[in-house]
T-cell receptor
C-alpha cells in the first residue's frame, strides 16, 4: 500500500535558523497537504499542493511539490519560537484509493531562543 | 459554532472490553476519517468514509470497526481483538468530493488507556 516517509524525525534549531522537512511517497500522489500540530493539540491544516512542481509560500514558509508528484518539502526561514510543533505531510491517493489521506511520521521541531 | 467533536477526551477501559469513541461533525462534510497517533509514528489511518453507509479500511483496521449511518457521525469501536489499543485517537472530516482531497478538520482527540 501507499507509504509516506518523512525526515528528519526530530530537528532542534536556534531561533533565527532555517528548517526543512522532507516527505517522500512510495506512489504517485494526487495531491499533498501539510499540517502543524502544536504540543498537546490536534493537527491544523497549513496548505495543499496539487500540481507537479508547484511552489507556494506563506510568509516564512515555503512548500514544494516534486515534478513526479512523489515528494514534497516544507522550508521555514528564520524560525521563531512560535514555530515549535510537529509538522506532518499527508498524501492524497487517486484511483481506487480515492479519498485516502496518508500521513507521514512527522518532524518534531524544537526552537531554542 | 461549526466543528468536529470527539468525546470523551480521556477514556479508561479494562482489557478485554470493547469501547466506542464518538465523532460528530456539523460541517456538512461528506468524508470522515479515524487516525491513531502513537509517539514517533505519526498518524496512522484506521478507517475512512467518503459517503454515508460506505467506509473503507485504512492501514491498521484490524481490531477496529466503524459505522456511518448518518453524515454527521462516524463512531469508532475498539474491540478486544485490538492487541495494543492504548493510544491517542483523532477523528477528522473533509468536504471529500472531487479529484483531490480537501482540507481535513480534526477533532480534539480521545486518549484511550486500557489497563
Amino acid at each position: 500500500g501507499q507509504q509516506v516517509m518523512q525526515i528528519p524525525q526530530y530537528q532542534h534549531v536556534q531561533e533565527g535558523e532555517d528548517f526543512t522537512t522532507y516527505c517522500n511517497s512510495s506512489t504517485t500522489l494526487s495531491n499533498i497537504q501539510w499540517y502543524k500540530q502544536r504540543p498537546g493539540g490536534h493537527p491544523v491544516f497549513l496548505i495543499q499542493l496539487v500540481k507537479s512542481g508547484e511552489v507556494k509560500k506563506q510568509k516564512r514558509l515555503t512548500f514544494q511539490f516534486g515534478e513526479a508528484k512523489k515528494n514534497s518539502s516544507l522550508h521555514i526561514t528564520a524560525t521563531q519560537t512560535t514555530d515549535v510543533g510537529t509538522y506532518f505531510c499527508a498524501g492524497g491517493a487517486g484511483g481506487t484509493s480515492y479519498g485516502k489521506l496518508t500521513f507521514g511520521q512527522g518532524t518534531i521541531l524544537t526552537v531554542h531562543p | 459554532d461549526g466543528g468536529i467533536t470527539q468525546s470523551p477526551k480521556y477514556l479508561f477501559r479494562k482489557e478485554g472490553q470493547n469501547v466506542t469513541l464518538s465523532c460528530e461533525q456539523n460541517l456538512n462534510h461528506d468524508a470522515m476519517y479515524w487516525y491513531r497517533q502513537d509517539p514517533g509514528q505519526g498518524l496512522r489511518l484506521i478507517y475512512y468514509s467518503q459517503i454515508v453507509n460506505d467506509f473503507q479500511k485504512g492501514d491498521i483496521a484490524e481490531g477496529y470497526s466503524v459505522s456511518r449511518e448518518k453524515k454527521e457521525s462516524f463512531p469508532l469501536t475498539v474491540t478486544s481483538a485490538q492487541k495494543n489499543p492504548t493510544a491517542f485517537y483523532l477523528c477528522a472530516s473533509s468536504m471529500g468530493w472531487g479529484r483531490w482531497n480537501t482540507e481535513a478538520f480534526f477533532g480534539q482527540g480521545t486518549r484511550l488507556t486500557v489497563v
